[in-house]
């Protein structure tokens, strides 16, 4: 896969895009990445990338010509990117958005700055994401949150420790629940033990204990979730309880 983005702060993505799990996989061409600079596309000696609303109003915001002949002159270097512009606007992104944006050769994240953007810019756009209801200063860390719950489901990117764990062990919400609780050692630390069944070494009743602690933890944090988590009869009494 090729991830590119197009910002006035590319610098700001070589950190995030060299360390880690998105470090190792780009460094063993899982993926490959290329941050541009809108400011290249601006034909003015100060690189203007943005300017006043028409109708008045506060703030500035990005101009349009930049934006399109970047977009069009990065598109022409290969097949057509998937575009996606980074707005609090835009669709919310979810477990699903990552699933399916993994299985494109090519996207190109486009990262507004400023109050927003003409809105003509927009035509350029496959899709527009938000990464949730609070406003950034910029796109560039909503993409960089994209691109790695992207990069992390592309085959080979957890590297070979992971690749044959349980797709319910990596963390957050999967199957429509949130995670159960998990320890490690010690089993007593500071006189907080852990439940005694993780120690039984009785895989079926282990199960059973997650299923449950999934549940319970969903409707505390995450009630909004358990209507869609297809949980049988007897789970919804028990998440009713
Ligand atoms: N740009 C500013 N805020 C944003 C958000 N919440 N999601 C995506 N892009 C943004």
């Not at 360390?19 to 541009?36: D, H, K, Q, V």
């Not at 496959?126 to 085959?155: C, H, N, Q």
């Not at 199957?175 to 079926?204: C, I, M, N, W």
């Amino acid at each position: 896969m090729r991830i590119e983005t197009l910002s006035v702060f590319p610098e700001m993505f070589e950190p995030v895009m060299s360390t880690s799990i998105l470090g190792r996989a780009r460094r063993a061409g899982i993926f490959e990445f290329e941050a541009y600079n809108l400011r290249d596309w601006t034909h003015d000696r100060h690189r203007t990338v943005d300017d006043e609303p028409y109708g008045g109003g506060q703030g500035m915001l990005m101009k349009v010509e930049p934006l399109a002949e970047a977009i069009e002159d990065i598109a022409s270097t290969g097949p057509h990117p998937h575009t996606i512009f980074f707005t609090p606007c835009g669709e919310p992104f979810t477990q699903r958005t990552a699933e399916r944006l993994a299985a494109h050769d090519r996207i190109l994240l486009v990262c507004g700055r400023y109050e927003g953007m003409d809105e003509r810019a927009y035509d350029y756009a496959d899709e527009r994401i938000s990464i949730g209801d609070y406003v950034l200063t910029g796109g560039e860390l909503a993409a960089m949150v994209v691109a790695d719950a992207v990069v992390r489901l592309l085959p080979g990117a957890l590297g070979d420790e992971m690749s044959n764990v349980d797709e319910s062990f990596s963390g957050g919400v999967e199957g429509g629940l949130l995670e159960y609780a998990q320890y490690t050692r010690p089993a007593d630390f500071r006189g907080k033990g852990v439940p005694d069944v993780l120690l039984s070494g009785d895989h079926a009743k282990v199960d059973a204990w997650r299923r449950a602690n999934a549940i319970e933890r969903t409707c505390r944090w995450r009630p909004d979730l358990i209507e869609g988590a297809g949980l049988t009869d007897k789970e919804r009494a028990f998440a009713q309880e």
